[in-house]
């Protein structure tokens, strides 16, 4: 496979995944807003902004609004959820010519879908919009592509951006204190809570909520079972032997998924946001090494001679 189509194959997972978390994350952020008419907005704007580094906001206060058009509405920006199903789209347009034509059309029918879901209907609806359309593009990946290396490369971009915005999602909760979303909230934005009830027989606490979200085996959005997903998509794509070093890309995701495994839940949760930090830096880093291993479209063009 060219690399060019690797790449592509790639960020459209990292893509369609970040529309869908940041979706489930600014939908929670403004339910605790509405909840609690006490909150100082402005903090909390800011604190959402700075988890999802963005670049610095203006002076004075800012509100939901500025957040909304930042996060959600700029269809220019890749960190926002409409400039994030344009890249989607984009990358699956270079990539046309090993994706299906189902998933093609599911994701050019999203981009298609986009303008009239801008601005017209309330944040909570364009919300549920975009999750169903990630959840077709995703179930489209799951259920119609062959696992061979175009899947490994989709769902190993997925599980990295997976794990790294379910670790900003608990931040923001860390960030938040008391006046933050509470576990129960967490749990529902993604779509956790009925599997944590039937796993805890209702018996809900801060620390098994925590665990659930951070190092459930069986859970798919947890980050423990996020960075397992993308080691066996990285050893599909490149089994290791007895010979081979370990992987830069392996040596970072799995000192994170180790990290939190083998840590308890009170831990965790005591250190909450120096643990989801030492997360984030381990996807990025990871991100990087995949991209200088599999990606390396800033390497020099050599030629060799004809084999006569």
């Not at 979200?213 to 050893?235: K, M, N, T, W, Y």
């Amino acid at each position: 496979m060219l690399s060019r189509i690797a790449e592509s194959l790639f960020w459209i997972g990292r893509y369609m995944e970040r529309a869908d978390d940041t979706a489930r994350l600014l939908d929670v952020h403004l339910q605790s807003l509405l909840e609690d008419p006490w909150a100082e907005e402005d903090l909390a704007c800011r604190s959402l902004l700075s988890v999802m580094d963005c670049e610095d906001p203006p002076a004075g206060e800012i509100g939901r609004a500025h957040v909304l058009d930042v996060l959600a509405y700029d269809r220019v920006s890749p960190s926002a959820i409409a400039g994030s199903i344009v890249s989607t789209r984009e990358n699956a347009r270079r990539a046309r010519e090993i994706i299906s034509t189902e998933l093609w059309e599911a994701v050019n029918g999203t981009w298609n879908q986009l303008p009239a879901h801008l601005f017209v209907a309330q944040p909570h609806d364009f919300f549920q919009w975009v999750r169903e359309r990630a959840a077709v593009v995703a179930g489209i990946v799951d259920s119609a592509t062959a696992r061979d290396d175009t899947w490994q490369y989709l769902v190993l971009g997925r599980s990295i951006e997976r794990a790294d915005m379910t670790a900003r999602l608990l931040t923001t909760r860390a960030l938040a204190g008391a006046s933050g979303p509470d576990w129960t909230t967490l749990l529902r934005s993604c779509g956790a809570h009925e599997s944590y009830l039937r796993r805890y027989r209702g018996q809900v606490s801060d620390e098994s909520a925590a665990g659930f979200l951070l190092i459930d085996q069986l859970f798919p959005r947890s980050i423990v079972h996020a960075l397992g997903q993308a080691e066996a998509c990285l050893d599909a794509l490149e089994p290791p032997s007895e010979s081979a070093t370990v992987s830069k890309a392996r040596l970072y995701l799995g000192h994170a998924r180790t990290s939190l495994e083998y840590a308890s839940p009170e831990d965790i949760l005591h250190r909450l946001p120096a643990k989801m930090e030492t997360v984030q830096r381990a996807c990025s880093a990871a991100s990087d090494a995949i991209r200088s291993r599999y990606f390396p479209s800033g390497a020099p063009t050599t030629w060799v001679g004809e084999a006569l």
